[in-house]
């Protein structure tokens, strides 16, 4: 099994912050590697798919970036509305999660 | 509306059964794969279950094999999980989610509370 990583666990971060999330994968998952918002009491939502393709009607102020390994989800300026927990998870094989990093309000 | 509704979640006891349903609307769901995905309280999201657009391909997490039963009927837009041999760590939220190829889940139902609890 592919084993996904996420760092950091947990961050405090103010409005407008530029925001950055890393995600690693055991072994190397092309750029098969998807990004999720959830809110507390609420389904994830779709923020980027295939490492860096942003879904429609996400903001753009979400950014996806990596391969192989690797990857990075980027917010330029963190809204209040963008307090949540980020998930990301590779679809190379049987699809995994990471374990989550939580953004809160500084 | 593009929408998922799951239910049939409840309590039940160590041992036990239930049968989650997933009822999808506006769009063609035949059309789609679609998976199971939990999360235990407090806890990170789990992928359960994968089907095939006509139910020929099925996947199962390590985790629930040969305990759970993932189904789809197409006439009825309808998804299910038939879980058996219930366990204190089946205790989760259960949602299904549409997939869209490759395997990323765009369209999320608002999920169903499972208690396996005496």
């Known amino acids: 099994d592919i084993q996904m990583t996420q760092s950091p666990s947990s961050l405090s971060a103010s409005v407008g912050d530029r925001v950055t999330i890393t995600c690693r994968a055991s072994q190397s998952i092309s750029s098969y590697l998807n990004w999720y918002q959830q809110k507390p009491g609420k389904a994830p939502k779709l923020l980027i798919y295939?490492?860096?393709s942003l879904q429609s009607g996400v903001p753009s102020r979400f950014s996806g970036s990596g391969s192989g390994t690797d990857f990075t989800l980027t917010i330029s300026s963190l809204q209040p509305e963008d307090f949540a927990t980020y998930y990301c998870?590779?679809?190379?094989?049987?699809?995994?999660f990471g374990p989550g990093t939580k953004v809160d309000i500084k | 509306e593009v929408q998922l509704v799951e239910s049939g979640g409840g309590l039940v006891q160590p041992g036990g059964s239930l049968r989650l349903s997933c009822a999808a609307s506006g769009f063609t769901f035949s059309s789609y794969e679609m998976n199971w995905v939990r999360q235990a309280p407090g806890k990170g999201l789990e992928w359960v279950s994968y089907?095939?657009?006509?139910?020929?391909?099925?996947y199962y997490a390590d985790s629930v094999k040969g305990r759970f039963t993932i189904s789809r009927d197409n006439a009825k837009n309808s998804l299910y999980l038939q879980m058996n041999s219930l366990r204190a760590e089946d205790t989760a939220v259960y949602y299904c989610?549409?997939?869209?190829?490759?395997?990323?889940?765009?369209?999320w139902g608002r999920g169903t509370l499972v208690t396996v609890s005496s």
């Open positions: 295939a490492a860096s």
């Open positions: 998870q590779q679809s190379y094989s049987t699809p995994g």
């Open positions: 989610a549409r997939d869209s190829p490759p395997r990323y889940f765009d369209l």
């Open positions: 089907i095939s657009s006509s139910g020929s391909t099925i």
